[in-house]
Every structure is written in structure tokens, then in C-alpha cells.
């Protein structure tokens, strides 16, 4: 039983046909036990990169390959982290199964991996350029939640414009121990740094200056 329906698979191959300009690589940590999401999130993306010659997908085990999952920063699964066209991390990745309405944020991720188009406004990306030091953004969210999507999209598009950013999708329910360290009460909820809280999916105008401000609260 496939997990992306007929139609729906129709839809994103012409999409990914009209879009996708550059190769997209997919990483997949995963694990045979004690992971209750891995295998549906396994056949998602499989199924994913099926849909066009530009993607492609590689699928590690969290334990057996735990160099690869600590180069790139993996410390839980489901995990899986885009390269950008250089096989370099884009600094998106995924925790916990993609599903419901984040679907579509993985398929955004994959199309700004493969189009290079940065859809952000021009005074953040100036403040982008201002940044040294490392970036963490982690947006929780629920399969179920219709704003999450905006909150994941706008913090890895963040990332994929600068280097010293990461964003991470952090389904809430498959890591109960960070929601409750964050102090997750409803979705979505980004962290920023440790220390700086947004509520809701905010517009960029809202979020960069939480940003800034966990860059200010750390020095």
C-alpha cells in the first residue's frame, strides 16, 4: 500500500518536472527497532524520490552508520536532512515522519534544494549576512496543524540562505522529552538557540528580530 495516492504522485511529478532545475539528495536515518515512525517515514521519502530523476535518496542506520548521522548532526530518528546541489547540508532537516499537512513542507524543501530560489525579502537577507555564528531554529509542530507548514518553510528557507543557519521540523508527539523540555503547550512553536520562544507561524518581519535577538542573548 503506497502512502502517497495516485493522484497526489501525478500532481508532484509534474511539479517536480516543471521545477526542479538541480539534483536533490535526500538522507534517511532510520533504524530496524525502537523507532515506531521509521518505516512509514522510510517508504514516504522512498516513494517520494521515485517521482523524478532529480531526486535522489540514500538511507542510513542511525547506529550502524553513526558517523554519517554525526557529521550531519543527526541525534534522533526519523531523521532526514536535504543536500543542497554541492552534496553539501542545506541545513534543513526533518525529525519524525513528514506526514498530514508537512508533507508539504518536505515538498517545499526538496523544490528550494532543486530550484535555488530563495523567497525571501531583501532586508533579511542582508541581516543573513551579518550572522557568524551558528543558528538553531527548531519548529515544533503536529501532523495535524494547517499553520505549521509556514513556520517549518520560512526556517528552512533561512537556512538554506545562510550557512550559519540550521532549521530542523521537530514532530512534536514522536519526542515528547523536547516538548517538554521547550515547554511545548501548542503548535507551531520555534526555538531559536536554546533560549528564544515564537508562538504561531510568524512572518519573517517577526521572526528575524528573535533571531537576532537569540544571537544578542547568547554573547
Avoid at 498530514?100 to 513542507?105: D, L, P, R, V
Avoid at 536554546?194 to 547568547?218: C, F, I, R, W, Y
Wanted: charged letters at 25%; hydrophobic letters at 40%.
Amino acid at each position: 500500500m503506497t502512502l502517497i495516492p495516485d493522484e497526489e504522485r501525478r500532481l508532484i511529478t509534474e511539479d517536480f518536472e516543471a521545477e526542479l532545475s538541480r539534483p536533490v539528495k535526500i538522507l534517511m536515518f532510520t533504524q530496524e527497532f525502537e523507532c515506531e515512525f521509521c518505516k512509514q517515514t522510510r517508504q514516504l521519502v522512498e516513494e517520494l524520490s521515485e517521482l523524478s530523476d532529480n531526486v535522489t535518496l540514500e538511507v542510513y542506520d542511525f547506529i550502524a552508520d553513526e558517523d554519517v548521522a554525526a557529521k550531519y548532526n543527526v541525534d534522533k530518528i526519523p531523521a532526514i536532512v536535504i543536500l543542497d546541489e554541492e552534496g553539501q547540508d542545506a541545513g534543513i532537516h526533518f525529525y519524525g515522519i513528514p506526514s498530514g499537512y508537512e508533507f508539504a513542507s518536505l515538498l517545499e524543501a526538496v523544490k528550494l534544494a532543486g530550484t535555488d530560489k530563495v523567497q525571501l525579502s531583501d532586508d533579511t537577507l542582508e541581516q543573513l549576512e551579518t550572522i557568524q555564528e551558528p543558528v538553531h531554529i527548531q519548529v515544533f509542530v503536529t501532523p495535524t496543524c494547517p499553520y505549521c507548514p509556514r513556520a517549518v518553510v520560512l526556517g528552512h528557507q533561512l537556512a538554506y540562505a545562510s550557512s550559519w543557519v540550521r532549521a530542523d521540523m521537530v514532530e512534536a508527539t514522536e519526542f515528547p522529552h523536547l516538548s517538554q523540555k521547550y515547554s511545548v503547550m501548542g503548535v507551531p512553536r520555534t526555538v531559536i538557540n536554546e533560549d528564544t520562544h515564537v508562538e504561531g507561524a510568524v512572518p519573517e518581519e517577526m521572526l528575524m528580530p528573535k533571531l537576532m535577538q537569540a544571537l544578542s542573548n547568547g554573547r
